[in-house]
């Protein structure tokens, strides 16, 4: 698990969403602008950093599963980000592949607390509640029919991630969008919440933000300006600040600063 992950007033919202989608076993979108932290949530959520590396390499087991069983079994849920155009068939078997294995660990718990016992029999996948589709923009109509599908014979809740609009284009498929529970919105970083990532950036480094000091307030202005409370390029801003106060052998983060680490982004309109 990302230990740098920094829990916003957003990222709530989501696992409000979240939860709300998978106990009404419904299906729930999401969107929002490039780089708001949609993904980055979206992989919380499911502990995806922890469990996709452990269940991709499925090796001998060792004295860390018990530890990867019981994430599995609290998240019971599946992240999936499909390739550009996939094919139905494809797309469905490696999710059900990823199901398999999430369901196998949390069985797998589920024996190590005596909740289940005797031979291993029986369908794994019903331990897996959600199943979280990122780029969804991707998914072709007959990739949203098997989704469909799927939802109504397994009753598994499903959130498809995409950018603005994506829950107008969902319009155009009636069998689909009949099904929708939950739309959630990720917007960028308020005022306040900026404040308190850079506050958590600033500790990082080793320093205290004070909004009340002329210098942090015009870098704060900065880096809002900059940012415009993008989340993704906010993490990519800060290892420039930190090269150039490297560099340059600075101790404070001031606008020049920020500037000069600004400057070797490519930075959208």
């Not at 016992?117 to 991707?138: C, F, P, Q, S, Y």
């Amino acid at each position: 698990m990302n230990k740098d992950f920094i829990v916003t007033k957003e990222h709530r919202r989501f696992t409000e969403f979240a939860n709300a989608v998978r106990k009404e076993q419904t299906i729930g979108i999401c969107h929002g602008d490039a780089g708001v932290g949609k993904t980055q949530s979206a992989r919380r959520y499911a502990n995806w950093d922890t469990l996709e590396p452990y269940i991709t390499e499925w090796g001998p087991r060792g004295d860390h599963d018990a530890k990867h069983y019981a994430l599995a079994n609290r998240s019971r849920t599946v992240f999936y980000t499909p390739e550009v155009l996939p094919r139905p068939k494809d797309l469905i078997r490696d999710v059900e592949h990823l199901q398999i294995r999430i369901g196998i660990c949390a069985d797998e718990h589920q024996r190590l607390i005596g909740k289940v016992t005797g031979v291993h029999v029986g369908n794994t996948n019903k331990w897996v509640e959600l199943l979280i589709i990122d780029e969804a923009e991707r998914l072709t109509p007959n990739v949203l029919e098997q989704l469909r599908d799927k939802h109504d014979r397994t009753h598994i809740a499903i959130i498809l991630i995409g950018m603005p609009g994506i829950d107008q284009r969902f319009r155009h498929y009636p069998q689909l969008y009949s099904r929708l529970g939950f739309s959630h919105h990720y917007r960028a970083l308020g005022r306040e919440e900026l404040l308190f990532v850079l506050d958590r950036h600033w500790k990082r480094l080793g320093k205290t933000l004070d909004p009340e000091d002329f210098t942090d307030a015009q870098a704060i202005a900065a880096i809002e300006r900059i940012t415009r409370g993008n989340f993704r390029l906010l993490e990519r801003l800060f290892p420039q600040i930190t090269r150039v106060l490297k560099i340059n052998q600075l101790e404070t983060i001031t606008d020049d600063v920020i500037e000069a680490a600004a400057s070797v982004l490519v930075i959208g309109n």
